[in-house]
């Protein structure tokens, strides 16, 4: 590297270049400048260099909030190491803020700790704007109170050097800034806003390429710290994207051609991809008029021989209750993917929260059984929805797949799946239909049966959401309906029956076992590896089948002392005014669990609408088992 | 040499489709019901259209009406309350080999389904819908639907409803993109079939308005129009429902009206002092959501692997 004549008037100390195991960063700013893309070309080129990456987008729930306002922080947590990232992780390194107030939201949220660096903007400090002079300086202060290393940085002015307007080009500027920081090979970062910007011509190209530029020598000139994070695989083929995209391109190497949606946050943006997607291989996007109808325009196609496919989130899937019921009822093929926000109403749109799972469970009136399963990771999101066809046609039904706010909009890499033809749905079946078959020829055993499609000769028959007879007949005789739910339910347990039990993380025995399910997978884990480094018997145990449930839990559970679960949901904390072991709400898969093991499963949950990080969970995992000790972190 | 066929035998379809090949079984509505008027009509047109009853997909919502598709032999789809449309067009959006009815009422699509009804005039996908309009809700037994008339008391409303009611036919035609419109009454079956026969041949969302008794609840509302044909204004036009002499001869009150003409269509469907009957207004060159959906099929499993490999690659790093 070639020393470069000194560019500023303050020279900042000497560095070493530190090698560490993993980092967390965050760019936190106004909504619209960029932060999230600066965030994601970063963690691009740190996964092509062979780092583990797991990126969160900061979302506010308003399109253009108020600038410089403290709820309006929009911004992006990129962590990454030498190793597997499956979680957000707990307090950020290092931030680089375009401003003084989105840093308090995130406080708030606990997302910086005592030492966590912050490269902050310094151009307010010389605000036209009395007040604003006023508020940074402030800021500025309580940030250092609070242990916050803030190291004043005239950012936009660098960039101003050479684009007219900063807040265009601060956010490429950051990423320079971030590689040289890293030791990231800046050709990786050049090549990087290639593939962003290619698009829209090479002046683009070149004028953001010289901002990164920019921010390297800039870092190299100004920021005293400097870190390398090494490789973890290489040479590996991967694939980089979020959970949405992933259910998107699940959905195509199922074979489902025809997905019917209405807006919903955070669901949509697998329809923004599949919009332009889905018609590559063939299929078809429908923008319903309503949620109910996107998932009546689905029921249609899958009756009609095309299993299809709908997206929604909590208060869409309530919208959709009574057709999920028929569903089950006139046993037609569906999937349904519900990305989970924050309930209950319209509560927290751009946020996680795992709280839909009862009412995907039992929002239908009267007995709805069907499938539910829930991905753990980005991958799994890809890899689930391909699975939940095979379940929909196989077990004649709708198929739930419960995925989160956490996992739409975390980006990470995993392995490039090789593509199966045999994912993708066959042909409709035309065949003339067997004489002397009823529409539901249901196995007395296992409740299945095979379902006539429109344009087999000889299949005609009703669907009805009426209770009927094997041979689809409207019937309300006693004999008909018993006969009816019993199947339906059957094929629940005969689905469980081809499952394999789950298998504990870290021990198969012990003193305490958490129970998660859904996004938390990574930060459970990784918190369960921080107490057995610590000598804890501890274990976790993640569910992907929610109905019916992987076998063998009773037995698990049998091996451990106790028993709880971790969850991003609602459940009353036991030491609260009037709560006793009677009037306790529980987190919603503790309730399940407790009902189908008769185990006593306790739960932590909470719902500050943002993901779980390893080290919070240890805190309350340590504090269920007794022994409160500090954190191997010093987390304050 | 001059094109004379050596083989003379006739040609014998394979299958040849009679009444009773459409035949669901006993329909259990009240007897002197309206529908079964309906539902003979839709089981002639598929007999002389020989339309093979796999190919037939018969969509309804609840109520009364929507009993429809189990009273015909044919692939049926009896589903929620005022949710017919987004069925029926989900069942054709990949199915263009279908044939999609869609039987459905006052309240299943006037009031609960009411969204889909303007939306199902947008998509305009190629199927007949009819609304059975009695003016009530009949299977709840007797409440005010949308398009009971004034003082008719009901279970709800026992000194009547408090709002004029809309009208079916006319509220259709203010939909966008609606492509066809027709108004008909159950108890004319020549009419009735010659309507619906119309609105099969056209190809769009063909909205057909069907008057229709139900003795049970609602037997005085559409009485004098029964027995006075002066009260109805038979619409005649080449482009229009096919009006026969016996239809020319009953209903003496007639006019020609171009299809085409939107206003005066809409102005008749709104006229009070005879019930205009016939096709009020055909737009055949409205665009077709249909057209959109179909995209993309008949591609082969290889090519969308390949496609989905491709897709892989802009993820890949």
């Not at chain 1, 700013?29 to 970063?42: L, N, V």
């Not at chain 1, 597997?84 to 803020?97: M, W």
């Not at chain 2, 003496?252 to 709104?270: I, S, T, W």
């Amino acid at each position: 590297m070639t020393v470069a004549p000194p560019a500023a008037t303050t020279q900042p100390p000497r560095r070493t270049r530190q090698r560490v195991s993993e980092r967390i960063v965050e760019i936190v700013s106004d909504s619209g400048e960029g932060a999230q893309k600066a965030g994601q070309t970063f963690g691009t080129v740190c996964a092509k260099l062979g780092n583990g990456v797991w990126t969160v987008e900061i979302i506010p729930a308003e399109i253009k909030p108020p600038a410089r306002s403290r709820a309006g922080a929009s911004g992006i947590r990129v962590r990454f190491g030498d190793h597997e990232i499956t979680n957000r992780g707990d307090r950020a390194d290092l931030v680089v803020a375009f401003n003084e107030q989105v840093l308090y939201g995130r406080i708030g949220s606990r997302a910086y700790r005592p030492g966590t660096i912050v490269l902050l903007e310094s151009k307010w400090a010389e605000d036209p704007q009395p007040e604003v002079r006023e508020q940074y300086a402030t800021a500025l202060g309580e940030f250092r109170e609070q242990g916050l290393e803030v190291i004043e940085l005239p950012l936009e002015k660098a960039c101003l050097e050479i684009v007219g307007d900063a807040r265009v080009g601060k956010n490429m500027f950051v990423v320079g800034l971030l590689c040289e920081v890293f030791g990231c090979d800046i050709e990786r970062a050049l090549a990087e806003v290639r593939e962003v910007f290619g698009r829209k011509g090479e002046e683009v190209v070149r004028s953001n390429q010289e901002l990164v530029r920019r921010g390297w020598a800039f870092a190299e000139a100004h920021v005293p710290y400097a870190w390398e994070v090494p490789a973890w695989r290489a040479g590996e083929p991967v694939l980089v994207m979020n959970g949405n995209q992933a259910v998107g391109l699940g959905i195509m190497a199922a074979g489902m051609e025809m997905v019917a949606m209405y807006p919903i946050t955070p669901a949509t943006s697998v329809s923004h991809y599949l919009g332009r997607a889905l018609p590559v291989v063939g299929g078809f996007l429908h923008q319903a008029e309503d949620e109910i109808a996107a998932v009546g325009f689905a029921i249609g196609a899958s009756y009609a021989g095309q299993t299809a496919c709908t997206i929604t989130s909590g208060p869409g899937l309530a919208l959709k209750t009574e057709f999920l019921g028929l569903a089950v009822m006139a046993e037609i093929p569906l999937v349904v993917v519900v990305v989970q926000r924050g309930g209950p109403s319209t509560g927290l749109p751009t946020k996680v929260e795992q709280a839909d799972l009862l009412a995907t469970l039992f929002g239908a009136p009267g007995d709805s059984p069907k499938i539910v399963i829930a991905p753990a990771t980005i991958e799994e999101c890809f890899h689930f929805v391909v699975l939940a066809r095979k379940l929909a046609e196989e077990f004649r039904g709708p198929v739930v797949v419960l995925t989160d706010a956490n996992l739409a909009t975390g980006v990470a890499p995993f392995p490039r799946p090789a593509i199966d033809p045999a994912w993708l749905a066959p042909p409709i079946d035309q065949t003339p239909w067997p004489t002397g078959i009823a529409p539901y020829d249901w196995d007395p055993e296992t409740g299945l049966s095979a379902r006539p499609i429109p344009g087999q000769r000889g299949g005609e028959y009703v669907v009805t959401g009426l209770a009927h007879t094997r041979g689809g007949k409207v019937a309300y005789d006693a004999f008909s309906n018993q006969e009816g739910c019993d199947m339906r339910s059957r094929k629940l347990a005969a689905l469980a029956r081809t499952l394999k039990p789950p298998r504990p993380h870290g021990a198969e025995a012990g003193e305490l076992l958490v129970v998660g399910w859904g996004s938390t997978l990574g930060a459970i884990e990784e918190a369960v590896d921080l107490l057995r480094a610590d000598g804890h018997s501890v274990a976790s145990l993640h569910l992907r089948f929610l109905s019916p449930f992987e076998p063998g839990l009773a037995e698990i559970f049998g091996r451990f002392e106790k028993v709880m679960t971790v969850e991003i949901n609602y459940s009353d904390d036991p030491a609260a005014p009037l709560i006793t072991d009677e009037t306790r709400r529980r987190a919603q898969l503790a309730q399940l669990l407790r009902e189908r093991t008769l185990v006593d499963v306790d739960c932590w949950s909470t719902v500050p609408g943002q993901p779980l990080g390893p080290v919070q969970i240890a805190e309350q995992v340590r504090a269920r088992l007794g022994a409160a000790t500090t954190s191997p972190r010093g987390v304050v | 040499m001059f094109g004379l066929p050596q083989d003379w035998s006739l040609e014998v379809p394979e299958r040849y489709f009679t009444l009773e090949s459409y035949d669901g079984g006993v329909a259990r509505w009240c007897p002197g019901c309206g529908d079964f008027a309906m539902l003979s009509a839709v089981q002639r047109i598929c007999r002389d259209q020989q339309v093979p009853p796999e190919k037939l997909a018969m969509v309804s919502g609840i109520g009364c009406s929507s009993r429809f598709p189990h009273y015909m032999h044919a692939y049926g789809f009896h589903g929620l309350h005022g949710r017919a449309l987004p069925v029926a067009c989900g069942i054709k959006a990949r199915r263009p080999d279908l044939t999609v009815w869609v039987a459905t009422g006052d309240g299943d699509c006037c009031s609960i389904g009411a969204g889909h009804w303007l939306h199902a005039a947008r998509y305009n996908m190629d199927m007949v819908v009819m609304v059975f309009d009695n003016s009530v809700y009949g299977l709840t037994k007797k409440q005010t639907s949308p398009t009971t008339p004034l003082g008719l008391s009901t279970n709800t409303h026992p000194d009547g409803g408090f709002l004029p009611p809309l009208d079916v036919a006319a509220t259709t035609l203010g939909f966008p993109n609606v492509s066809f419109v027709a108004r008909t009454v159950d108890w004319n079956p020549a009419h009735l079939y010659a309507t619906l026969e119309t609105a099969q041949r056209h190809r769009g969302t063909s909205f057909v308005h069907i008057l229709q008794r139900c003795p049970t609840y609602t037997g005085e509302v559409f009485e004098e129009l029964r027995r006075n044909p002066d009260r109805t204004l038979l619409l005649t036009h080449p482009e229009g429902v096919p009006a026969d002499d016996t239809l020319r001869r009953m209903y003496k009150h007639q006019q020609e009206h171009d299809p085409r003409d939107f206003a005066a269509g809409h102005a008749l469907a709104l006229r009070k002092d005879r019930l205009a009957i016939g096709l009020l207004y055909r737009n055949p060159e409205a665009p077709r959501y249909d057209d959109f959906t179909v995209k993309g099929l008949g591609m082969t499993r290889e090519q969308k692997v390949a496609a989905l490999e491709r897709e892989l690659d802009r993820f890949s790093i």
